[in-house]
């Protein structure tokens, strides 16, 4: 099981399969390695490594929750590439792995071949932090997968129109996991007090400039057309700052595209040419 330690002596989870150009996947918020696995099948010519964040997936979590930022996760995955020795990489970043990308694009440009953000920009809008915070850290109340498909597909099916009740049952086994005492998420549940903490303490910086750090990386941008985290307001701000940006809506997703969808596969296979 592929494993590497961190300066602090965290012991984290990275998933490495195929051969070809590197490409890092990092995934949501509360998300884990397990979430790129609708893509997987349509990136078979490439390397695709997908990291546990710390507190995530098969990871290690931390004892200090104050430790779960955009910021150490940066140098996480700073860490991550300089284990596999891997000087440069394009990453396909996911709404919080969007964010380290560009955290990344300000501290580390070097380290960056080219970035994909799936559904996430330097604008979050506020509907999609209160729905977040709503989720995050709550133990989920259905105690099955199959209960939790059918709960996922309830509520999701205004974002995300007509997905088959198949797939929120695959979704929902990347999320939670099933136990002799119901479902148990497959993060640290401290994430809830460690975002909390970072909002109501005034931790969220202007991330413009993160953007802005990506001017000279061939950049892509996947949005959900019916996101409520990524408005079309921000995507046209940030073309007008970054004008080779390579953009396009999927159509009856939200907040996050499968990343299986014809319209992101084109986009990530762009913005990977520029690479």
Known sequence: MPRFTTADGL??????????????????????????SFLAP????????????????????????RNYTVAQ?????????????????????????GLIAM????????????????????VIEPQGIARIIDYVGRKPVSKTLDQAAAVLKQMMEPQFPGVPLAVWRKQAAFQYEETADGLALRYDPALRTALLEQIETGETPDLWPLFDALHDTPTGVIRGANSDLLSRETVDAMRARHPGLITGDVPDRGHVPFLDEPQSLDIIRKTLELA
Do not use: K, W
């Open 11 to 36: 012991n984290l989870y990275y998933a490495d399969t195929g051969q070809g150009q590197p490409l890092l996947c990092l995934a949501g918020l509360t998300r884990n390695s397990l979430d790129f």
């Open 103 to 122: 955290t990344l694009a300000a501290t580390h440009p070097d380290r960056l071949a080219a970035v994909i953000l799936n559904d996430v920009g330097p």
């Open 42 to 65: 349509h990136v078979a010519d490439l390397r695709m490594i997908a990291l546990d964040y710390r507190g995530r997936g098969q990871s290690d979590h931390d004892p200090d929750y």
């Open 73 to 97: 996760e940066a140098q996480d995955v700073v860490a991550l590439l300089d284990h596999l020795g891997l000087d440069r990489v394009s990453i396909l970043g996911t709404s919080r792995g």
